[in-house]
């Protein structure tokens, strides 16, 4: 082997600067020897940065589920979607009041009342409240008949009870009878008189009062009929109707109760105010969502905002007409008198197009709540280039950490 140089190098270079500094000063230990490090400064940061990132995930998830769950309120395939919801608009509230209750066939009806059910009513003679009863002393047996079923009653009626006692006597036995009729007492000044009702209406529901023993019901004037029972007669769209009740279902989920006699229109369609809140609903819940990831650019992906840029594009194109589009900061925007007049000119284009939107963002956004945590807060391309010591063989977030909290990792243990 033939050298064609030699070259020294110097002791300092060999050893080390600091090394070379301690031999020249000949000393065996450095000047100012450590004793100790404290981590608890890089620990509180670790610790706050955990809490921000559980905090931040808990928020995502929770708005994420109230978006979707804001949005299957005009799911069709839900029974009680808000799409088949619906409203009846009387032309006369004082003559029939109404209710479409969901999935009401939209139309228009004409409804004439004839006649609303009654209660049946007997009012019985005037007496001085506080003189001696009008009906004689002794036994009195009396039935009440309501259609073919009799009930019979016994009343005791002594020579010293007043007009008064013997009306409380008998409000007092069809109380405990249960069998459908009321008795209360009318007082006119010192007068008083006792006056008998079915509790409910129509013809099924009459009754009448006979004299078996004694003559109590006739003294009191209560084998005569007031107003007799009678069932409520009206026509829908030309075809004659009877009800035993003023609570009648005109049509198929659509009840109303009948006030007056007289001629109504009816009018069933989409309640439009109940879709309007809905609607807004859904763009407030978006707009949080949209806001929260917006605000943390260094904790979650990117494309997480592009899923809801893309969401609020489909919305605009779909739902453009209707007064839906993007605001100049991304969020959603509604023309509430433009949603309302599109609404009564076009409602099944309105069903058509909104009826998508919950498969599309569950189509966009269900992924998340399936994707590990730490695929949804890795960094973006941008952020990789700026740490060129990022590697995806440590886990992602025990790596966030790390850089956070500026610790230094040795990748190879």
């Known amino acids: 082997m033939r050298v064609t140089a030699i070259r020294q190098v110097p002791y300092s270079q060999r050893v080390g600067t600091y090394h070379f500094q301690m031999i020249q000063a000949k000393l065996n230990g450095p000047v100012q020897p450590i004793t100790g490090y404290n981590l608890q400064p890089f620990y509180t940061r670790h610790q706050q940065w955990i809490t921000d990132f559980a905090d931040s995930l808990s928020n995502l998830y929770r708005y994420s589920a109230e978006l979707n769950q804001a949005v299957k309120q005009f799911d069709p395939s839900r029974r009680n979607s808000v799409l088949y919801a619906r409203r009846a608009i009387s032309s006369n509230r004082d003559r029939l009041q109404a209710k479409a209750g969901a999935r009401a066939k939209p139309g228009q009806h004409q409804i004439e009342i004839i006649r609303l059910a009654a209660q049946q009513m007997i009012e019985g003679k005037w007496a001085d409240s506080g003189d001696t009863s009008i009906v004689p002393p002794g036994l009195h047996r009396f039935s ?47 007068s008083s008189r006792l006056v008998l009702r079915s509790l409910e209406t129509g013809a099924e529901h009459a009754f009448f009062l006979r004299d078996q023993e004694g003559s109590l019901v006739r003294t009191l004037g209560l084998d005569q009929i007031t107003r007799q029972a009678e069932n409520a007669e009206y026509y829908v769209d030309g075809t004659w109707q009877s009800s035993s009740s003023n609570r009648v279902e005109l049509t198929d989920k659509v009840t109303a109760t009948l006030l007056q006699t007289g001629r109504v229109t009816l009018r069933i369609e989409p309640d439009h105010e109940t879709l309007l809140q809905k609607v807004r609903d859904v763009i407030d819940r978006y707009n949080r969502l949209h806001a929260f990831l917006r605000d943390r650019p260094d904790l979650f992906v990117s494309h997480m905002s592009g899923t809801l840029e893309r969401v609020s594009q489909a919305i605009h194109t779909g739902l453009g007409d209707f007064g839906l589009y993007p605001a100049a900061d991304g969020q959603l925007a509604v023309d509430e008198e433009v949603l309302l007049h599109s609404l009564e000119r076009n ?31 890795y960094f973006s391309n941008a952020s990789a280039v700026e740490r060129p010591f990022s590697s995806i063989r440590l886990p992602h977030l025990f790596f966030r950490q790390a850089i956070y909290t500026g610790l230094i990792v040795n990748q190879l243990w």
């Not at 073919?148 to 005791?156: G, H, L, M, Y």
Request: hydrophobic letters at 30%.
């Open 144 to 190: 009440l008949f309501i259609g073919e079923q009799e009930t019979p009653f016994s009343v005791q009626v002594s020579p010293q009870d007043t007009h008064e006692q013997v009306l409380k006597q008998l409000v007092h036995l069809l109380h405990q009878s249960g069998r459908g009729v009321s008795g209360s007492l009318e007082y006119q000044g010192e």
């Open 347 to 377: 409602y099944p284009a309105f069903e058509k197009e909104i009826s998508m939107l919950p498969r599309l963002l569950t189509k966009e956004t269900g992924v998340w709540n399936t994707t590990s945590p730490s695929l949804l807060t």
